[in-house]
Every structure is written in structure tokens, then in C-alpha cells.
């Protein structure tokens, strides 16, 4: 199996090219949306973490920014419990795609 990943800044259009291509797409962002919509776990993790920010269940996205904002350490914070998450659902990704080609990774 071949894999791309389509790497770089916040609205370079990484997701718009991985679309041209055809093939299937893990689209990490569409993923940390989802946990933030749908996983309470995720949300009691961050909410014990930093609890002055993250408030309310489905997570705003906005709690997020100002959590940022307020104090880089809890960036690290958030990194470190989404990024776990992340990973599975990747690995999940590549074994459902393992018989295929190409994949790509956004």
C-alpha cells in the first residue's frame, strides 16, 4: 500500500486536493470534528484537564480557541488526548484499506 499525506497550513486546501485524487482519504480534521461532536470521553478528558475552558458537551469549537489562546501548555493538553484518538481511528483507517493501493492521509 501506497501512502500520501497531504500536509500544510490551515486553509491551504489540503482537503480539496486529497478530494481530486479518488482515492480513499483519512481527513484528520473531519475526524477531531466528530470526537468533539460525539465522544463524551473526550470530553470529560479535556474538561478534568482544563476545566476553566472546556464547559460544555458536544464541544464547542470555540471553548477550544479560547483555551488556546488563554495558555499554550493547554494546547498541549488538548494535543495529547485528541491525538490518541486520532491514531486509532487512523490505524482503523488502514486496516478497513489495506487490500488498496493508495491511501491518502490529510
Not at 15 to 32: I, L, W
Not at 52 to 77: G, V
Not at 87 to 93: D, T
Amino acid at each position: 500500500m501506497i501512502r500520501i499525506g497531504i500536509i500544510g497550513d490551515i486553509g491551504s486546501g489540503k482537503s480539496y486536493v486529497a478530494s481530486n485524487f479518488g482515492y480513499p482519504t483519512f481527513n484528520a480534521d473531519q475526524e477531531v470534528s466528530k470526537l468533539y461532536k460525539n465522544h463524551r470521553k473526550i470530553f470529560k478528558s479535556l474538561n478534568k484537564l482544563i476545566p476553566k475552558h472546556i464547559i460544555s458537551f458536544p464541544i464547542n469549537k470555540k471553548e477550544i480557541s479560547n483555551a488556546i489562546l488563554a495558555n499554550q501548555i493547554n494546547l498541549k493538553k488538548i494535543v495529547k488526548v485528541v491525538h490518541k484518538e486520532i491514531r486509532k481511528k487512523m490505524k482503523l483507517f488502514l486496516i478497513k484499506n489495506k487490500k488498496r493501493k493508495i491511501i491518502l492521509l490529510d
